[in-house]
């Protein structure tokens, strides 16, 4: 029930209402005032109750609106049929809640006076901005991070295995990573059967502290335009790996900087263009990628990069 209470704890009480009645798809009853060519085409002698009535041309209802004593003018809603039917009969139509407030901040009206037939609330259009604002969810914003250090060691959902095309371990972050995992992750691996340059597999984290390991093939380095085009499908097809099993922290290597020798200065900028590129993309993700750098080196030349880049859109 929704009724005039100038008590301020009744008032939040009554806007939290209508903010739940609008989460779970709630409807306003809205009276209107029944166009002449809806009413002209109704043959009574030969249309009975419940049958469809197919319109030949668009219809347009005006919503119907009350005058308080101050001059303001209210466009009318019920919240149930029994609040409605207290009053005078009317045609109406039915709205989400949501929708309903929404436009009516956009019109030339004052508000919305609600269940008007008896106990009524005047909700004016400052109280549905209120409503509206509270319920907005906060949109997901995408970060990048840069942690020096052990890749095994962070705090995220997935870490990204820079590993060879058997999936089987090896040296470096792909070592370390199967050593820190178990015995489990290469069990698991050995199911998924290799993995071509570029492309992602996933896995459980057993006993890392990420719920998963995304494994990926980087190019070993030959100076061609094909490097760039692997190393940059390794960090784009980790990152819709990661979206398509809902992850939304991943940690990624250096990949193929170490033994399979993508220089860095070169490296780098597709590590940070194909993520932000990435992130473009799926503005509305909320995905944090943290760089982890093996030494101070990497670190510090992800940091230049980064200034460089900043520099640039100034």
Known sequence: ???????????VKLLEAIRNRMNNDGHFIIPVETP???????????IKVGDVVTAKEDLHFRMRQLETKDGRQWLVAFTNQKEMKKGESTSVISNFMDQFLDAVLDMDVDGVVINPWDKFFLLDKALIQIVIDANKKPKPQNHIYFEMGDITKLNCECI?????KSLLGGGGVDGAIHRAAGKELLEECRSLHGCHTGEAKITKGYHLKADYVIHTVGPVYSGTEQDKVDLENCYRNSLELAKKNGIHSIAFPAISTGVYGYPLEEAIP??????????????DYGMEVIYSCF??????????FIEIVKGGRK
Do not use: C, G, P
Not at 36 to 46: F, G, K, P, T, W
Not at 295 to 304: E, P, R, V
């Open 1 to 11: 029930m929704f009724y005039q209470d100038s008590a301020k704890d009744n008032l």
């Open 36 to 46: 002449q060519a809806a009413v002209d085409m109704i043959d009574l002698e030969h």
């Open 160 to 164: 990204v295995n820079a590993a060879n």
């Open 270 to 283: 597709i590590a940070v263009f194909t993520v932000t590129n990435w992130f473009k993309e799926n503005e």
């Open 295 to 304: 030494d101070q080196n990497t670190y510090d030349m992800f940091q230049s």
